[in-house]
């Protein structure tokens, strides 16, 4: 595996490449990234993975500081998994003045996660094109357990008319069901025991809609109240449209749940389609 931080220096060694696959990670790799990686070899012959952590996609009261870098475990996996490239530039390097140009985004990005956390998805977006720019992909691939961010990304590349092919890659999860995330390492013993709950709450909401209940709103209030009670603090869990990613109407076919919420000082995000 190569490893480059200088942009020109990558770019003449993707020269070459017919078909390029590209992974963007803010870096502590886990299963469900190296899922994804291994999604990506088999779609193209030459896969690039980036490691950033994206300062603008973080509140200033967020876990920039402390959001967990662990380069050189990341390294080792993603060098016995055989990926030929790895981009792992410094922030100078891809910010080297202030990032005055900025994308202007659709009403999508205010809600959900852009509600909870505003300007989150102009961070995402900014550094996905700059990424997209560099590495000119053939296809990139992002995993649902971001369901808006994927939603996001596809939209701005079919807008902008951006020739990346955008695959989704399958939510990884634990055997009681929590999603795998960067962010589950702050949990201690008995919050790790309780964090599969919010999963828990979005699969009985599922199935009571799959039974023929139609009155999303008491649902989602239903699943609300239920991890409230348990001690969870909730940002938001809704039922939405997962094509326009609008809230659902009683006559929607494809849906998604999708939740935020917290434990003590950890926030955690899932979602299931319908």
């Not at 300062?55 to 990926?83: A, I």
């Not at 999508?108 to 998805?121: I, K, S």
């Not at 094109?129 to 000119?136: D, G, P, S, V, W």
């Not at 348990?230 to 006559?251: C, E």
Request: net charge neutral; charged share 20%; hydrophobic share 40%.
């Amino acid at each position: 595996m190569k490893i480059y931080r200088d942009i020109n220096e990558l770019r003449s060694n993707l020269k070459s490449s017919s078909t390029i696959a590209f992974v963007p990670t803010m870096g502590n790799l886990h299963a469900g990234h190296l899922a994804l990686v291994k999604q990506a070899q088999q779609q193209a012959d030459h896969v690039v993975v980036s490691i950033f952590v994206n300062r603008l996609q973080f509140l200033p009261h967020e876990d920039f500081d402390r959001y967990p870098r662990t380069f050189e475990e990341d390294c080792s996996v993603l060098s016995g998994l055989n990926v030929n490239t790895l981009f792992a530039p410094d922030e100078k390097i891809l910010f080297p003045t202030q990032q005055d140009f900025l994308l202007a985004l659709p009403p999508v990005a205010d809600t959900l996660e852009g509600e909870f956390r505003p300007g989150f998805f102009r961070g995402v977006a900014t550094i996905v094109l700059k990424l997209f720019n560099i590495i000119q992909p053939d296809i990139a691939i992002f995993g649902k357990k971001d369901y808006q961010q994927l939603h996001i990304v596809r939209e701005m590349v079919k807008q902008l008319n951006i020739p990346v092919e955008v695959l989704a890659g399958e939510t990884v999860r634990t055997a009681d069901g929590l999603a795998l995330s960067s962010r589950n390492r702050y949990l201690n013993t008995s919050q790790r025991t309780e964090a599969c709950y919010l999963y828990q709450a979005l699969l009985h909401t599922k199935q009571k809609i799959i039974s023929g209940q139609k009155n999303f709103s008491e649902l989602q209030q239903q699943a609300t109240t239920w991890l409230e009670n348990r001690g969870w603090k909730v940002d938001y869990l809704r039922i939405h449209n997962r094509l326009s990613f609008m809230p659902a109407q009683t006559d929607d076919q494809d849906l998604i749940l999708l939740g935020a919420a917290w434990l003590d000082k950890t926030r955690l995000i899932d979602n299931l389609e319908i």
